[in-house]
């Protein structure tokens, strides 16, 4: 076990990635001289070369069509975009071609490139530095969609994605990239649990928390001053969006009766809308109320000192729970 | 400005000035550049050439025809462009990588797709029709552009990997607006990639005369993303041959990136859904109908003394044969069957898509079985 | 009233729309000298000039910029899409730019942008060419997000999505576009309902199918013939896919009880994913059952030949009815 | 190839060739074509430009020192480019639309924003920091080169108005290798639209260096897209003035666009969040320092007799007026109210959106009234 950051938890996982296999090369715009303007590439240049992690032109249709190109030939593509907001010059290389390809080759061609995406708010930064857009590749068949949310998981979740040969979304907490923890470093990828795979994080028998990425942390100090007041929640951190395991949240949700869903992202049609829609087709007998989202509104990501209005954090997360127990909340009284 | 003010400029539908090695009348022009590159083809070599093309028309217009007569959703007819298909993908060698639109039938021909295969996506039976790695070839894409950035990837791939091959992408005079070719000439001339970029400029984007995507010759945007751009007569096959070999010879030597704009005309509607009474004339037809790539060959190989009528007849022959075929071997495809919509989607096993599918089963048996569910109410539906 | 197939009901809100603001300029490929490979723009370039109804190079980025600009001057740039997958090359300005300039601006610059893209299946079309991307849209903060079903609403709604100072994704049903009805070409913009407004287009007590653009007809269908099983349907015509009008919806399903969404995009993330979280929220002591979705598959649009086991129909809307209503259905033994 | 190789081969970072009319070290250079398009800058006008450059880098260094005493979130320095973004502004008639990206701080101050409300949405108290129509110039842009589209559009619209007015886009050298930079070009090429393309050459795109872009100096891919390109010495605000004036009066003439490169130099890091000692070397600050815009034009009027000393001096305390204008103005912004975040999504009322803010205004309530909702328990939350 070591203690890394989520960064370098990453780092560990990509020149693993690098190392094990010579198809996978690392592609985007500073990621080499400069090691990534978050440092996750850092020293990987270095290391493996300029031919294994590519400095590209600025162009994100650019970086993805090419690996799309290197993917043709047998390469395994890791591509990071800068920010979450910069990732739309790419999308229809995205969603028309990495998506589609393998379903259009009729099974002969596969993608398997891994889009990272440092993702989220919560950093004071400028427009199109927090963004969360997840649901549109979640909305998107052929794509997975996974986020990480601590440093286990990103070491070997991003080596799973690697190893995956299907294409895949990887959405990292930028906000928690400095945040610590314990990495098994010579843990194999078979032993590890599969990306798709949800976990609990804390146990509880009232209410069913669901998140992902950086609100996990989030959730879990809610469970913890929850419990403080006598109330029980279950947090599950999803891991994989796109698909969900709806088995782990539908055991829970069965057992506690109530869901919360909470995202950054805003609230319609986002990832909620779907677990929502979902678990309600499953568990509806079993819902005491219906499931509750606690989410960023639907506006474009406000300046930075207003951030904490747009965010969900631990009071806002407090009031759903309040909402689906039932308990005197920010909605009592309102007619539905 | 209107398209018709912007042909008066006339700049780009004027075809010259451009690399003739054959003209319009058969008549052989010497070039000191181009002719050392097709010094090997003698006149077996240009009779050949001249029956790839004809074969291909002959499937051209028998696709054109079954397509008429329903057998197809639509085709997309490369009538008049035979020379720059042909000439290019003869240049080729066979572990180059093609990356093409929807209208490069004849480099698939080139590499051994059966006519069938490529109309089984037309016919609506497959959602592609050959498998790229056993032809080298990657299957046709429809959004404008994008495939000049997967050739631009694979050639980087090649170089990194240290092999001496090359790709083609081969897209339209349209296709230049878009952002990902011109993102694929930086990414190209950045990384030294081994990529003929091969532009068709067949003077039409569906209703739209080149003028209006550029007042430049197509070729010229080469120089400003620093690689070399050759603009030839893409009606002739032969200069469209030593051009291809220019390229492929440079990317082969690791100096990088070629442009090449072939100077041709799409002869047909875009479609076989288009109607281009609504946006050109005749009489531009006509004229274009002068500079014919094939009949321009037979007129050379005639010249040089070859029984072109002979040749002639004996191609038609092969290429009837061969549309009776393809005629034979469409109208027999057999539609996919029902649950095959969720076969690929994903590589790896996924649990959201295979409940999906099992729903769709249960949901199909419900017709196997009369009386259970929905079945007793089809009357009138829509299936 | 003038009887009109809805393609020349678009065609004359469109002149309309010219006729009446010399700001209003369409742009596309292919709109002036062809008239638009639907002919929805036939004849206008011809009565307005080319400055008005411009034919564009071919790139849909292209086309979105220089409509941001084309606003920012005061224009109101109405666009046309070619085919609904070919909207992609466009989508970040549609999504960085289109939807988030007025917000960042604070209030200052209004993009009254309209993008017209004719969309769904069922036409028999090569891939990209019948594609439902609404959803993407719908998520992004700052659009709005409407689709016709009919001439007469096709007529309304352009010449409202034109007029509106908000950027309108404005979605036609292709496969509808020689559906022939009763237009009133002299009916003021002021007084036709508003578009963000849905419609009931058939009154019934059992269950509520809610839907939008081609399948709108389908579902008419389903509640006839469901009407002939002694099952009455009430089916809601959205228009608009955001904001939904859930006052609608709501009402609707505090009388029956049961919700059915049905449309032709995927499921997942879906429209239909939002409605069902949302009236699950509204009417949740109301419900009789979770509400159904009946949609596209998760999968890339599929060869023509296999469109009709991937888009609704009305047999595949009845068993979603069956299901709600707990009648044997195709899901009928199976655990949920 | 590594970066420093694409240094090594010299081409893109070695400034030459351009257009010069003052050197480095002050000395006028004669220019036949662009001289007389500063026949009127006499040496009152030429001792301004000094003063508008003097003041935007005092105010720039005062942005940077607020950044790092933590009253900013970020700042991106223009400090070397002032020649650039001066001169180009000063040939802007107050009708001109000006598209910037994020680092032309130089012409909106030159437009009349304050420095204060420049700032605000770096202090993160604002989507943006003024209204575009009160001093022409659109809201700057991040999403890099989407702006190159909009000045394309505006400028397309003021043709078809019959305006004689332009607008300019700024734009960076990595910005070239966006896709929206290209369709900008194509498009203005395409409309003859009345825009400026002024791309800041300055050597870097964060981390990577021009060559990575493009092997051609960037002014060469103007005339593939069918426009004139001309290079410049970026730091000779004399020769910035002549070519903007030049181009900008081709613009009004109907002739369409034109696309400058201004080769200069960020010397300080990309933003204050950006190390540049990770990827380049003092030394090669130390060459371009020498290259300054503004000491050689203090040389320039100081062999023309001028009391450049005195000058100096005189704007020196003018420059810091402004800065400790600034630095008062921006301690005191107010915090932007909560309910604010609703404002300006939509123009008009969205039921949507209105019931989303109501339900916030009563969660935001909730904390006002002691013992209500979840307010108890705020304790170690995150607020
Ligand atoms: C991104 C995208 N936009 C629009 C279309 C619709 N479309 C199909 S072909 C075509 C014209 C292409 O012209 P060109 O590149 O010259 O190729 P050609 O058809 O002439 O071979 C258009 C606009 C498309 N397929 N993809
Ligand atoms: C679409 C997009 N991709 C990536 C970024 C991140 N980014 C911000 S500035 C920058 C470099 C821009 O370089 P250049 O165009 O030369 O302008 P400069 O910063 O040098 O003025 C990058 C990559 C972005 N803002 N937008
Ligand atoms: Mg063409
Ligand atoms: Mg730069």
């Known amino acids: 076990m070591t203690t890394l950051t989520?960064?370098?938890a990453l780092n560990a996982g990509l020149r693993r990635a690098l190392a094990d296999d010579e198809k996978v090369v690392l592609m985007g715009e500073d990621i080499g001289t400069l090691g990534g303007v978050f440092r996750v590439t850092d020293?990987?240049?270095?290391?493996?070369?300029?031919?294994?992690?590519?400095?590209?032109?600025l162009s994100e249709a650019g970086i993805v069509g090419t690996a799309v190109g290197l993917a043709y030939r047998g390469f395994r593509p890791v591509i990071e975009i800068q920010f979450d907001g910069f990732i739309y010059p790419g999308f229809d290389q995205i969603v028309a071609q990495v998506a589609k390809l393998h379903y259009r080759s009729r099974g002969n061609v596969r993608m398997p490139i891994t889009i990272r995406v440092p993702f989220g708010g919560g950093i004071g930064a400028a427009e199109h530095h927090s963004e969360s857009p997840e649901a549109y590749f979640a909305h998107t068949a052929g794509l997975r969609v996974?986020?990480?949310?601590n440093p286990a998981d990103a070491y070997m979740m991003v080596r799973q994605a690697i190893a995956s040969d299907d294409p895949v979304l990887f959405f990292e907490p930028k906000r928690r990239y400095h945040v610590k923890g314990e990495v098994d470093e010579s843990a194999s990828l078979a032993d590890a649990p599969p990306m798709g795979v949800a976990t609990t994080v804390a146990t509880g028998r009232d209410v069913t928390l669901v998140t992902y990425g950086a609100l996990v942390q989030t959730a879990r100090d809610a469970a913890l001053a929850a419990a403080e007041d006598g109330i029980s929640i279950e947090v599950i951190d999803l891991r994989s969006l796109a698909p969900v395991d709806y088995a782990a949240v539908a055991a829970s949700v069965r057992r506690t009766g109530r869901l919360v869903i909470t995202h950054e992202a805003g609230q319609q049609g986002g990832v909620g809308a779907e677990i929502a829609a979902s678990i309600t087709e499953r568990c509806f007998e079993y819902l005491e109320a219906a499931p509750v989202r606690v989410t960023g509104h639907d506006i474009?990501?406000?300046p930075a000192k207003l951030e904490r209005h747009h965010l969900p954090d631990l009071d806002r997360m407090l009031d759903g729970v309040d909402r689906v127990m039932g308990r005197p909340n920010s909605l009592s009284g309102v007619e539905a | 400005m209107t398209p018709s003010d912007r042909d008066a400029t006339g700049l780009l539908t004027r075809p010259e000035p451009f690399v003739q090695l054959?003209?319009?009348?058969?008549?052989?022009?010497?070039?000191?550049?181009?002719?050392?590159?097709?010094?090997?083809?003698?006149?077996?070599a240009v009779g050949r050439l001249y029956r790839d093309m004809s074969i291909i028309r002959r499937i051209d217009s028998e696709a054109t025809a079954l397509q008429r007569q329903g057998e197809l959703g639509l085709w997309p007819p490369l009538a008049g462009q035979e020379a720059a298909q042909i000439g290019s993908a003869r240049a080729l060698r066979d572990d180059d990588f093609i990356f093409s639109s929807y209208r490069e039938h004849a480099p698939a021909w080139v590499r051994g797709v059966k006519p069938a295969e490529m109309l089984s996506v037309w016919r609506g039976t497959a959602s592609s029709g050959w498998n790229p790695y056993e032809h080298n070839m990657a299957v046709p894409q429809i959004i404008i552009g994008a495939q000049a950035l997967h050739a631009t990837g694979y050639a980087m791939g090649l170089a990194w990997e240290g092999s001496d091959a090359a790709t083609i992408a081969y897209f339209g005079d349209g296709a230049t607006s878009e952002g990902d070719v011109n993102e694929a000439l930086v990414f190209?001339?950045?990384?030294?990639?081994p990529v003929v970029f091969f532009c068709q400029n067949n003077q039409w984007a569906i209703s739209e005369p080149v003028g209006l995507q550029s007042k430049q010759p197509l070729a010229r945007r080469a120089d400003g993303f620093g690689m070399p751009g050759i603009r030839i007569d893409g009606n002739d096959v032969l200069a469209v041959l030593a051009a291809t070999r220019i390229a492929l010879d440079r990317a082969r030597r690791g100096e990088g990136p070629t442009f090449i704009e072939a100077v041709t005309y799409r002869i047909g509607p875009h479609t076989t859904a288009d109607d281009p009474k609504r946006y050109r004339s005749d009489d531009e037809i006509a004229q274009w109908r002068e500079r014919d790539p094939l009949t321009r060959v037979?007129?050379?190989?005639?010249?040089?003394?070859?029984?072109?009528?002979?040749?002639?007849?004996?191609?038609a022959a092969d290429a009837d044969r061969a549309a009776a075929e393809l005629r034979a071997a469409i109208t027999t495809l057999a539609d996919p069957e029902p649950l095959t919509v969720?076969?690929?989607?994903?590589?790896e096993p996924n649990t959201h898509l295979a409940r999906q599918r099992d729903h769709y089963t249960r949901y199909l048996a419900m017709f196997d079985e009369p009386g259970a569910g929905a079945s007793d109410r089809t009357e009138g539906t829509t299936r």
């Open chain 2, 188 to 193: 190209a001339a950045s990384f030294d990639a």
């Open chain 2, 298 to 315: 037979l007129a050379l190989l005639e010249a040089s003394g070859v029984d072109s009528a002979g040749l002639e007849r004996e191609v």
């Open chain 1, 6 to 8: 989520l960064a370098k």
């Open chain 2, 22 to 44: 054959v003209t319009p009348t058969g008549e052989r022009r010497a070039n000191a550049e181009f002719d050392p590159w097709i010094a090997d083809i003698d006149l077996a």
């Open chain 1, 146 to 149: 996974v986020a990480c949310s």
């Open chain 1, 300 to 302: 474009p990501y406000p």
């Open chain 2, 342 to 347: 969720f076969d690929h989607v994903y590589v």
């Open chain 1, 43 to 57: 020293g990987l240049k270095a290391e493996f070369g300029a031919h294994r992690v590519v400095d590209t032109p």
